[in-house]
């Protein structure tokens, strides 16, 4: 399948000089499979020139998969242009939110409201189908499969696992591995390590065999001491996990608001230094270039 | 016979606040950016209708979980401790729970029965070398064994305050004047709500057997016992004067009586003292 990012910057749009290489648009992924079926994974600002994209393919039919509804994964919904062209068909699946119990037409419908947007869901002309999926439980279009699984962060968040035509391919949504909420010489330690590495061996799972694994390296080890619980990985926590997982090809993305072209440049750099001898490719998601798995 | 409505019963309980303590403490840890998760979580299962409602909408169909979620510390690990965070905010903003009632239930002695049965239940479980993994297992099912006895204080106070008289008075078990004047009995009502909210069946079965004595699993002797041990040591009162096991018996799990296993857990002032501050600081 072939993979495109439209979005790989974390929490808020960064247009600007420093951004232009790897780009300033909040998540979003474009894939197309073999029988030309489209997913897009989250619906952050990306999704807007993605969407301008396909005005030349109507009508559009597209699988919007969303790993969450924090802001920046869904602030470009109401800009995707095929919502608004009849024959379009939008389908958008997502998890059921546990304090509100609503399911996922809330990421949408919250934004269309007289204060925040000039048009009402109602006068969307596209025809949009929501789906509420629950971890584990695979969605199937045709030759492909997509199964969500339950990754830590502080709002309910899934990660994607596509499988299609003999690849696969795994996004975390954001992601930070879970960290043990007791000290060494507290009681409860030992108890909520072994639940946490339960969790792990579950999320192994979900990632086995996979050839590309897109994930949340937010930050740096550095940085990450001053950040711990905000609910993003690392560059370091990255590498692990892809290792365990015996990836093909490991995409960073997810890059930290502040984070220049420049620097990133040059943690790319220093990553290749201190980790001379992984078995896989290791890539900075960059806006605009087409990936295969 | 009367009965209770079962419909009625779980849509009742849905609508029902928590204890005022934890209720206040969490509206303070969820202002406190910094709050530590730990504190969280420890505010959470020291009250059983804050815990009951989160492992409620975890173990929900919805979320497909490969296992059932039988504690909060590993409801934190699956969901994280800010959605936990803002569930538990959501139980607090239904409101406390009255300290009186028409029942005339005292609910901080019920709450310090139940938060001393769990604890002796984790140690118990401790004790009988069962995997760290388990033992907040243990503590939960402590903490949950007599919550039917606080819905039956809301829900049906007139028939649960006969009940508790008669059990007083005659000194009879309190869960067989409930049944006659209720028709069912606080752990059949657990079991009940256990059941709807889908939590793990090791759990609905320990809520509604805590009274069999004659039981195999080690969750439910642990569950028995610490309730006996609870009641002894007058750690709280949860309207049942009866203590079930005749401390001349050997409790067959421990290979001791109820008296001497008192004595070989140690001081256990200290669950109580612990229970307490929580209650009352």
Known sequence: MKFKFWGVRGSIPTPGPTTVKYGGNTTCIEITTENNDLIILDAGTGIHPLGQSLLKKLPVKAHIFISHTHWDHIQGLPFFPPIFIPGNEINIYGGLDPVTNEGIERALGVQLQYSYFPIREAELNASINYSTIKPGNAVTIEETKITPTLLSHPVLNFGYRIDSHGQSLFFTGDYEPIFNIYLPEDSEYEEYQSFIDQKQQEIALAIKGIDVLIIDSSYTTEEYAFKQGWGHGTYASAIKLATEANVKKLFFTHHEPTRTDDQLDEIYKQLKKENPNLDFEIVLAKEGCDFFT | ?281
């Open chain 2, 1 to 281: 016979m009367p009965s209770i409505h079962n419909k009625e019963l779980i849509a009742f309980v849905e609508k029902m606040p928590a204890f005022p303590k934890s209720v206040q403490r969490v509206v303070q840890l969820t202002s406190d950016i910094n709050a530590p998760a730990k504190e969280i979580v420890r505010v959470i299962e020291s009250d059983p209708v804050m815990t009951v409602k989160i492992l409620k909408v975890i173990n929900s169909a919805f979320y497909g979980l490969p296992q059932k979620i039988t504690s909060i510390q590993r409801a934190v690990v699956h969901i994280g401790l800010n959605t936990i965070k803002n569930l538990a905010l959501s139980v607090a903003a239904m409101g406390v729970l009255k300290p009186t009632n028409k029942a005339e239930f005292n609910t901080q002695d019920f709450l310090l029965h139940s938060l001393t049965t769990a604890s002796i239940c984790r140690l118990l479980a401790e004790k009988l070398n069962v995997k760290s993994s388990e033992c907040s297992d243990f503590f939960v099912a402590g903490l949950l064994h007599d919550f039917g006895k606080i819905v039956f204080a809301e829900f049906d106070p007139d028939n649960f305050k006969l009940a508790l008289e008669k059990s007083a008075e005659e000194n009879i078990s309190l869960h067989d004047a409930e049944i006659e004047f209720m028709g069912i009995s606080h752990a059949q009502a657990g079991k009940i709500l256990a059941e709807r909210w889908e939590l793990d069946p090791i759990l609905i079965d320990a809520i509604e057997n805590h009274h069999n004595s004659k039981n195999n699993s080690q969750l439910k002797d642990c569950i028995f016992t610490a309730n006996q041990i609870s009641k002894k040591l007058q750690f709280g009162f949860s309207g049942n004067p009866i203590i079930e096991e005749n401390s001349e018996e050997l409790i067959p799990r421990f290979n001791l009586t109820l008296e001497v296993l008192i004595v070989s857990l140690g001081d256990l002032t200290p669950i109580k003292s612990e229970a307490l501050s929580f209650i009352n600081s």
